[in-house]
């Protein structure tokens, strides 16, 4: 959803998973449309288990050209999950074996870090929606701000 200078991502029926346009998909497709999001919401309890979503989390969190302390930083809202284990890219599944393979692979070449920053950013997402260890809605002090911004944003339109 793009509203003049606000994009919000919202992932609802958006790739066609039966499609096999796979790789264009992985290296074109969702890295545009997520470059054109503002903010990024997590919601589903399960969706840090599923290769897509992270993804699109990688996508969204692509660390920026900043300071070594903001590289890594989570910029999604990452929503309470009802299962997590502290797990990595590789313990999450796709439908379609190719996909997580076409998405593993995108991330190795072109996530600042690879696979190993990638899981690490994985890893303080499974912290925050982890009810456990956050009693509440616990999120990154970056997460934040980006919200701020594109509220701000929102109300100048």
């Known amino acids: 959803m793009v509203n003049q200078r606000l994009g919000v991502w919202i992932d609802f029926v958006f790739i066609d998973q039966s499609s096999r346009?796979?790789?264009e998909e992985v290296r074109e497709v969702l890295?545009?449309?997520?470059a054109s999001a503002d903010v990024h919401l997590v919601?589903?309890?399960t969706a840090m288990l599923r290769s897509w979503c992270c993804y699109e989390v990688a996508l969204?969190?692509?660390p920026d050209s900043g300071g070594a302390a903001r590289r890594h930083s989570l910029r999604s809202f990452i929503g309470r999950s009802r299962v997590q284990?502290?797990?990595?890219f590789a313990q999450t599944s796709a439908s379609q074996a190719a996909d997580k393979y076409a998405i593993e692979q995108a991330i190795a070449d072109s996530y600042p870090g690879g696979m190993s920053a990638f899981d690490f950013l994985l890893i303080q997402a499974s912290m925050l929606s982890?009810?456990?260890v956050n009693r509440?809605?616990?999120q990154t002090q970056d997460a934040i701000d980006v919200v701020g911004r594109s509220?701000?944003?929102w109300l100048r339109l």
């Open 21 to 23: 346009r796979l790789v």
């Open 31 to 34: 890295p545009r449309a997520l």
């Open 43 to 45: 919601l589903s309890d």
């Open 60 to 62: 969204f969190n692509r």
């Open 85 to 88: 284990n502290y797990e990595t």
């Open 130 to 132: 982890d009810s456990f």
């Open 136 to 138: 509440g809605f616990a």
């Open 151 to 153: 509220v701000d944003a």
